[in-house]
């Protein structure tokens, strides 16, 4: 049973270009949800999907965005890159169906913007 | 602003002792708690949830909930080096699809 599946692992990109992430939930799980974790922080909510429609954001701006997919996978998208965007990005699938509502991570994505 | 706190430690402790790890969090409706562990370098891997007042056991891991506290704790006994990594706390706040998550208490266990 495949867990949550993230690409590419490490990604370099330069201030100002755009970079979109990729996450496959687990085989039952219909809803994404994409964090940012800095180093020693814990991870800030992004944004969640349900439905191929975004269900909950958090407080990053507009140049963050993201799709789902009828297979319930999901993209990141950032554009405008900032040194500040430099991040692990976790996706995480849940079943908001089933009675232990958490989280299952991805391995991440992580992005070094120069 | 909606808050999880936790003391970033680093909570140091011997092989063989009992780690206490502690959370407090602001929205007084949260009804979801959960307990992740994340190593160096690698993502978050669910530990514990608890969602009713009191005690939850599994293998050498209990959370504790109090919600008139608004305090969740977990312990971990008889502690093993392997142990040693970032706690993560998370709460699922009222209205709230998504987890809010504390910064991290650092476990050290010492050989």
């Known amino acids: 049973d495949a867990g949550v599946t993230q690409s590419p692992t490490h990604l370099i990109k330069t201030r100002g270009q755009q970079v979109t992430l990729r996450c496959s939930p687990k085989?039952?799980?219909?809803?994404v949800s994409w964090y940012q974790q800095a180093l020693g922080q814990g991870p800030q909510f992004i944004f969640q999907y349900y439905e191929e429609e975004e269900r909950q954001r958090g407080n990053f701006p507009d140049r963050f965005s993201g799709h789902q997919f009828p297979n319930y996978s999901s993209e990141l998208n950032v554009n405008a890159l900032l040194l500040g965007d430099s991040a692990l990005y976790l996706c995480?699938?849940?079943?908001?169906?089933?009675?232990?509502?958490?989280?299952?991570f991805g391995s991440g994505t992580r992005l070094t913007v120069v | 602003q909606k808050e999880v706190e936790q003391n970033s430690g680093p909570l140091s402790v011997p092989e063989g002792a009992i780690a206490s790890l502690n959370c407090t969090y602001s929205d007084r409706g949260s009804q979801s708690f959960f307990w992740y562990r994340q190593y160096s370098g690698k993502s978050p891997e669910l530990i514990m949830s608890?969602?009713?007042?009191g005690d939850k056991e599994d293998g050498r891991f209990t959370a504790q909930l109090n919600k008139a506290s608004q305090y969740v704790s977990l312990l971990i006994r008889d502690s093993q080096p392997s142990d040693s990594a970032t706690y993560l706390c998370a709460v699922r706040e009222t209205g709230r699809r998504a987890l809010t998550f504390g910064s991290g208490t650092r476990l050290q266990v010492q050989p």
């Open positions: 085989s039952g799980h219909d809803t």
């Open positions: 608890i969602y009713s007042n």
């Open positions: 995480a699938s849940s079943n908001p169906g089933g009675s232990d509502y958490g989280y299952t």
